[in-house]
Structures are given as C-alpha cells and as structure tokens.
C-alpha cells in the first residue's frame, strides 16, 4: 500500500512539474514570438524608415547596406559606389501580426519602379531598389508582386526592381537611425527635394511621413 501510494505522489508531483513547465514555455513564446525579416532597398534609407515602422506587427527597422562585398562598409565609401552595397532597411516582423506581402505592397509604393539608375535625386547603383529575399517564399511572392505591377499597365517603362538573394546585412552609422525622428525638418525638405514626396503622392496616393 505504502508503495503504491508513494507511487501515486510521485506520479503527481511529476505531472504537477510537467503542468508548470508547459504553463511558463507558453508564456515564454508569446513574450518572445517568433520573428522573421525583410531586406528592402529603395533608394536613401531615410525615406524608407517610417512607412514600415508605422505598421502593425514591424518589430523595428535598421537603415543599413546590403549587396556588396567589403566587409563593415561605411556610409561615405557606400556613398561613392566603392564597395557595391546598396542603402537599404532591414525589418524584423512579427508573422502573426503581418505578413510578408503587405511589406511588399508597403515597399512598392515608396518608389519609382521603373528607374533602373537610382532612385530619384540619388544616382548610381547604391541608390537602386531591390528586394533581397530570405528564403524561397519571399522570392515567389516578391515576383508575384513584380509581375502583377509589371502587367498592370500602370507604367509605360519596364520594372527595373531586382529580386536578388538576400547578403550580409551591416547596420548604418548610429546617426542614421531614425533620421526622420531625429531631423524632421531636413529630412522633410530632403524628402520633398529628391522628388520623392510628389511622386508617390501622384503615383501611388502615398501619404506623406
């Protein structure tokens, strides 16, 4: 009797532990979701900061250089087309709260699609839009995007967006992040300088920052 009945506590302070156990993993997994990311060039990163960290679901965006091959490049060697890196963001989203695609359709209506030299008043291959996708998924629907702009007939030019695997990412300079917070005015003039702010308006109905 007596060993069945330590048997049985056993049993219960075993399954007790197992309870809590499973109790805090859940706990554990909805503070800590599960989380996955985009890397998006559109032309300066300063512009591209905003639209995305306004949505639901975007955990944070970093303005930084992608697509070259010098390691730790800076934004002056980035700016003089040395190091073949392009100004770009990289956002970590929550997948429950936002999906891949409406991070695509946020990105396509902060460019000119259509301009394979840059974007706007920037110039040169630092300044070209691409998406470089993470995985097979992002790839498809990235095209899918692509095509369905590209048969629209909304534009008389071809889509000169790439779609291009995704590389080492390296963070901008600290003065960077957050510009727009951090510089409204100037980025503002900036913004509506480039030719950005009209064009998006006018093409996309995208409201300003």
């Given at each position: 009797m007596r060993i069945n009945l330590f048997k049985l506590i056993r049993l219960e302070s075993i399954l007790i532990i197992f309870i809590i156990f499973s109790?805090?993993?859940?706990?554990?997994?909805?503070?800590?979701?599960?989380t996955e990311t985009a890397i998006f060039a559109g032309g300066c990163f300063w512009c591209?900061?905003?639209?995305?960290?306004?949505?639901?679901?975007?955990?944070?965006?970093?303005?930084?250089?992608?697509?070259?091959?010098?390691?730790?490049?800076?934004?002056?060697?980035?700016g003089y087309g040395r190091t073949g890196h392009r100004e770009s963001v990289l956002i970590t989203f929550d997948?429950?709260?936002i999906d891949y695609a409406k991070l695509l359709d946020t990105y396509w209506r902060q460019i000119d699609p259509t301009d394979s030299g840059g974007q706007f008043a920037d110039r040169g291959n630092q300044y070209?839009?691409?998406?470089?996708?993470?995985?097979?998924?992002?790839?498809?629907?990235?095209?899918?995007?692509?095509d369905k702009i590209g048969a629209s007939r909304k534009f008389s030019s071809p889509i000169a967006v790439e779609i291009l695997p995704a590389s080492e990412f390296y963070p901008a300079e600290e003065?960077?992040?957050?510009?727009?917070?951090?510089n409204p005015s100037h980025y503002k003039q900036y913004r509506k300088g480039s030719g950005r702010e009209d064009y998006v308006k006018e093409v996309w109905g995208t409201k300003s920052d």
């Open positions: 109790f805090l993993n859940i706990l554990h997994s909805e503070e800590n979701p599960k591209m900061e905003g639209p995305f960290e306004k949505l639901p679901g975007v955990i944070s965006v970093i303005s930084g250089y992608t697509g070259g091959k010098e390691k730790n490049p800076t934004y002056e060697d980035v997948p429950k709260k070209r839009a691409a998406i470089y996708y993470k995985n097979e998924a992002q790839k498809k629907l990235a095209q899918e995007f692509k003065y960077h992040q957050d510009y727009y917070k951090k």
